[in-house]
Each structure stands twice: as C-alpha cells, then as structure tokens.
C-alpha cells in the first residue's frame, strides 16, 4: 500500500491530478443534446436554444448562426422523415408533473388508450405526468405511441411508453412536428408549457394556418375560469372575437373528447383537398374554426 502523501491527496506519481474515476456517476445526470447522450464531463454543455438566445459579444452570431441554420434544418428533416407515415394522430398535452395514479393521470390514460382504440396516434411531449400517461394509454390500445422531446435544463428524459421518439434541440421545430402531423388537439390540465401550446394551436386556427383543426379542453372545472376570463376579459375588451372562442370546446369526458377529435380530423383538409388517411376528397369547414359545438356534448368557450 502506498503512503505517497500526494496520491492520498488524490495525485499520481507525477503530482498530477489523477484522472476522474470512470465508474462513478455523473455529477449532474445525463445530458441529452439533440440526439446526442452526454455523461460525466462530456454532460457539462449549454443548452442550444440558451446559446442561441443569449449571445453575448458584438457580431458573434455572424461566426455561429450559419451552422445553427444547418442544425436547425437537420431537426426539420429528421421530424419530417420520422412522422411523414405516421397516419393520422392526435398531440395530447398535459402537465409533467401530473403524478402517476392520479385523477389527471387515470384521464390521460385513458385518452390515449380511447384514441389509439379509434385507430389514431397518439403525440405528446415523451416526457413524464400525463404525457406518459397518454403514451401509455396508446399502448394499452395497441395503438402508435409517439414522444417528441425537448432539450431542457431539468431533464426529463424519454417516458418508457414511447415507441418512437424524436429529441429536439429547439422549441420551434418541435412545435411544427405537433402540429403538422397532428389533425387535433386533447388538452389536459398543464402550466405554461400546456398554455403554450394550446393558444399557440387557437392562434394558427384562427389566422386559417391550419383549418377544422378541433381543440378540445378536458376537465371543466379546471379550463372554466380560463375560459371566463376570455369572455368576459379579451372579448368584452375586443382583443379577440366572439366567434374565435369556437375554436376550443371544453369536456369532462374522455370518450367525447376523442368523439370531438375524430370527428375534426375527417373535416381537416391537406393542401391537396384530402382527409388524411382514406384519399377521400373533403369539402369540409374552410373557415379555419370547428364550427363551434353543434352536437350539445361539449361547452361552447
């Protein structure tokens, strides 16, 4: 046994110091950056979207965002290439941190099992709470469960309900992926990031981006005071028109939910006149609204 001073310091022979231990592990988790897995000093990188926001010093973006452009063009293609046979879906969003077994987390299962069931896929966020929850659903329905990722600097990492999963580095591609190979969306209770994407859906609604999109807000007792400040906030002020809050129908049921979807995805029309999924030619709703709730299932927003 040695009695080198230096190396019980943590030092070799040479009074150098000796290299990290390879079998302990990672100090900080592991890092996913893009498709990449990142371990111990290897996890030890800024985040994409920080770096390509919060540039510092006169005319460095003129040396790095010409690769960023490359970069952000491979996450379109991989997307692109991944979901372009995925058929017809639904995104579902929810919060992460919906807790496994409880009510919102049960809702969400069963979403995605009743979707799946209805022959649809099922998109979400890949990570935990009621994201996983969807996923697992879609699994339990025999039906394709797809993830699509985000590079965020608390990880979360892939929910094992996940058959096919795609990283992304940067917020905007992934949101394109929601919606492009989505014909609805089932919004679960959520913060800002469920927020987020659901206004971010009701905006490209209602500037006819996307037409008979159907978004449906499942649980009443949480989505009524949002909708209550709309109404009687946005729209008594004129930020917003009356006829804009069809774009969202709120319910307590899981299998009008997907009923509502369904039904808006045989009405949303490709560029080329087609209902996704059958080739058969729709003239369908091309006000870029759901047309409100003609059936009485669901409160008109």
Known sequence: M??????????????????????????????????????????????????????????????????????????????????????????????????????????????????????????????????EAANKGAVQGNGVSVGLGIELPFEQGMNQWVDLGINFRYFFARKTMFVKYAQGFIVLPGGLGTLDELFEAMVLVQTRKVTSFPIVLLGTAFWSPMVEWIKNTLVAEGMMSEEDLDLIQVVDDPATAVELVVEGAARHRNPNGTVPGNGIHNSGNSNGTNGGNSSGRGTRA
């Open 2 to 131: 040695s009695t080198d001073p230096q190396r019980s310091q943590g030092q070799d022979h040479d009074g150098k110091p000796a290299p990290e231990k390879r079998d302990t592990p990672p100090v900080n988790g592991i890092r996913h950056k893009g498709p990449l897995e990142l371990r111990r000093k290897q996890a030890r990188v800024t985040m994409s979207d920080q770096t390509l926001l919060d540039t510092k010093g006169p005319g460095q973006f003129v040396h790095t965002d010409p690769w960023r452009v490359l970069r952000i063009q491979s996450e379109f293609v991989e997307g692109f290439g991944a979901l372009a046979d995925l058929g017809t879906a639904v995104s579902v969003f929810g919060s992460a941190r919906t807790v496994p077994g409880s009510p919102n987390y049960e809702l969400a299962v069963e979403v995605g099992r009743k979707l799946a069931e209805a022959g649809l896929a099922v998109i979400t966020g890949g990570g935990p709470g009621s994201m």
